[in-house]
């Protein structure tokens, strides 16, 4: 590669990961038919005792595609889908891909404004949602501010179970629905459809036949948390996607060759939301390609040791989740019943914010399953980098992944080059020395999207060229990389706090702050300094149960003071029950800040 990078992560590469693969330019209806013609037999979904093959999967895809294709769905279509983890959304998904239509997924906890702004900035034609979202956030509101929208498909929870699972948990209150009684047939202009009456509607299986570029036709538009202002839409491609899938097999796979043996027989644990792209890309997309079973969560259980229960049952090989639920699992005391049971799963997966080490150990304790860090956004599809399954380094998100190249570089212009800082650990660095290395992370690969929706001027400062014509995507993280390659974030630009003079990243403070024994959830936020000048340093804690009235916020934040440097440790401490998270378990600091 002649460019000015350098790349040391490559004296440090996994052995056996290719360091450049020769992807498939595919269409991402395709991988699922590939895998459905080489596993026709292989259980594809597991969904509260329901279970389906490959072939049938694929089946039903065609049959839900041509029924789309009769309401008026074409090439180009955008199709929002607000479903939480159900074959309903698998199935949708690829059939709207098939068409070379457009997904947008919805997080399932928007709420009305939110997803009238998603349908009406997506332009969405058509929305894919579960009966009881819509009787909560839509039933009787002005659906006349969505013109786009010409079709609304409800699907209930209970049209994908075992029938005898269905009928009880439905007369039992157990199964959330909206009464078929009240599902409407049209609400103005938007006309109602039930999902079982479309999918019927495709036999006989008639798709229009559709050419697809996998890399310039969009597959997928991700919105964006809007925690910087109004949410984007992320535009990404079929190719984007399928890369993605990949690039995160050829690491997994040949670093735990007993996750490659599985193909078409192991399981994966869906347990982030397929409303998020992480969810999207590490679940669902990643098992479809392998072959994998997908174990589906529509939500969390309440007792987080049934998530190993159900994990041991189907035999997963992998999982992705985030620090907050390995976290949760491991506080569930009946979690050690499992210790030693789940021989098969080998391969985690946290994502989505920093793992605490601690956590890391007795998760792994009780499974024997290794877990790797990895770092990656919506605009990536979106995994950058991970860690090597037997390399792990603390507080670190790892070595970039097969044919993506990483820069650092200046906050202010974002024009030049950071060295790689000369330490073998963040944590070496004083604070002088520190800012050497300390820029605006820059990723080139092809998992990187195409752009925003109907936001030029957002794309051309997050998309730029360099002097060899290569397309970086600017991310707004914090961060520096070390001699041997690996990535330590810092922070989000916008999260910086300014405490006289000093840069101090929160998420830097919240890691320190997780080595006390007490806390179970840290958030570290910028408050205006008493003075009036400036900021002050506040941290935000819930604390373990079995340390509740031992320990005050006093007690608390000494501690601090002796064990973080007079910089940067908080001088506001507060304990409260529970943090305010994502759908995906991301602490939000916007909201401890309001």
């Known amino acids: 590669m002649s460019d000015d990078i350098n790349r040391p992560w490559y004296n440090y590469w996994p052995e056996g990961v290719p360091k450049h693969i020769d992807y498939q330019e595919i269409a991402l209806g395709d991988?699922?038919?590939?895998?459905?013609?080489?596993f026709p037999n292989s259980q594809a979904i597991f969904f509260q005792g329901y279970r389906i093959t490959y072939q049938e999967l694929d089946t039903c895809v065609d049959q839900f595609a041509t029924g789309l294709s009769k309401i008026g769905v074409k090439k180009g279509d955008v199709v929002a889908i607000d479903l939480p983890n159900l074959p309903q959304f698998i199935i949708a998904f690829y059939a709207t891909a098939r068409l070379g239509a457009i997904v947008n997924p919805i997080i399932p906890l928007h709420k009305y404004i939110e997803i009238v702004y998603q349908i009406n900035d997506s332009n969405s034609t058509v929305l894919i949602i579960l009966d009881a979202l819509y009787q909560g956030y839509l039933h009787n509101k002005d659906l006349s501010k969505m013109p786009s929208l010409k079709n609304i498909i409800l699907t209930g929870i209970a049209e994908y179970l075992p029938k005898i699972k269905a009928i009880l948990g439905t007369a039992l209150g157990k199964v959330p629905q909206m009464k078929k009684k009240l599902w409407p047939t049209q609400v103005g202009d938007i006309k109602f459809h039930k999902m079982q009456d479309i999918q019927q509607n495709g036999v006989p299986i008639n798709i229009p036949n559709v050419s697809i570029n996998p890399k310039e036709d969009i597959a997928t538009l991700i919105y964006t948390g809007g925690t910087t202002g109004v949410p984007?839409?992320?535009?990404?491609?079929?190719?984007?996607?399928?890369?993605?899938?990949?690039?995160?097999?050829?690491?997994?796979?040949?670093?735990v060759p007993e996750t490659r043996d599985s193909r078409g027989k192991g399981g994966v644990g869906c347990l982030i939301p397929f409303g998020h792209v992480f969810g999207i890309s590490t679940g669902m997309s990643l098992g479809v390609s392998s072959g994998y079973k997908l174990i589906l969560f529509a939500a969390p259980p309440e007792k987080k040791s049934d998530v190993l229960e159900l994990l041991m049952k189907e035999r997963a090989i992998y999982i992705p989740a985030v620090p907050t639920l390995y976290n949760q699992i491991n506080q569930d005391p009946d979690s050690e019943k499992f210790r030693n049971k789940l021989p098969e799963l080998a391969a985690c997966l946290s994502g989505g914010s920093a793992l605490p080490p601690e956590v890391k150990r007795k998760f792994e304790g009780i499974t024997g399953a290794l877990i790797i860090e990895g770092y990656g956004a919506s605009e990536t599809a979106p995994i950058v980098t991970a860690s090597p399954f037997h390399r792990y380094k603390p507080n670190s998100a790892g070595l970039p992944v097969?044919?993506?190249s990483l820069k650092i570089v200046d906050v202010d212009e974002g024009t030049r080059i950071l060295p790689i800082c000369p330490n073998e650990t963040c944590e070496n660095c004083g604070e002088a020395e520190a800012e050497k290395y300390i820029g605006e992370l820059c990723v080139n690969g092809p998992q990187v999207m195409l752009g925003y929706l109907n936001k030029p001027e957002d794309t051309k400062y997050a998309l730029r060229k360099d002097s060899q014509g290569k397309i970086?995507?600017?991310?707004?993280?914090?961060a520096c990389i070390d001699k041997e390659g690996y990535l330590h974030l810092k922070d989000r630009k916008r999260d910086m706090i300014k405490y006289k003079g000093h840069g101090v990243f929160p998420a830097e403070v919240e890691k320190l702050i997780y080595q006390h024994d007490a806390v179970n959830e840290v958030g570290v936020i910028g408050v205006p300094h008493p003075d009036g000048v400036g900021e002050t340093i506040k941290a935000i804690i819930s604390i373990k149960d079995e340390f509740k009235d031992k320990i005050t916020e006093e007690d608390m934040l000494e501690w601090c003071k002796d064990n973080i440097s007079p910089y940067k440790y908080p001088r506001q401490i507060e304990f409260i029950e529970e943090l305010p998270k994502t759908l995906i378990g991301k602490i939000l600091r916007r909201e401890l800040r309001e």
């Open 402 to 404: 097969s044919d993506t």
């Open 472 to 478: 970086w995507y600017y991310t707004a993280d914090i």
């Open 232 to 255: 984007k839409g992320v535009q990404l491609s079929h190719y984007n996607m399928s890369v993605n899938a990949e690039q995160a097999t050829a690491w997994m796979f040949n670093q």
């Open 31 to 38: 991988v699922l038919r590939n895998t459905a013609e080489e």
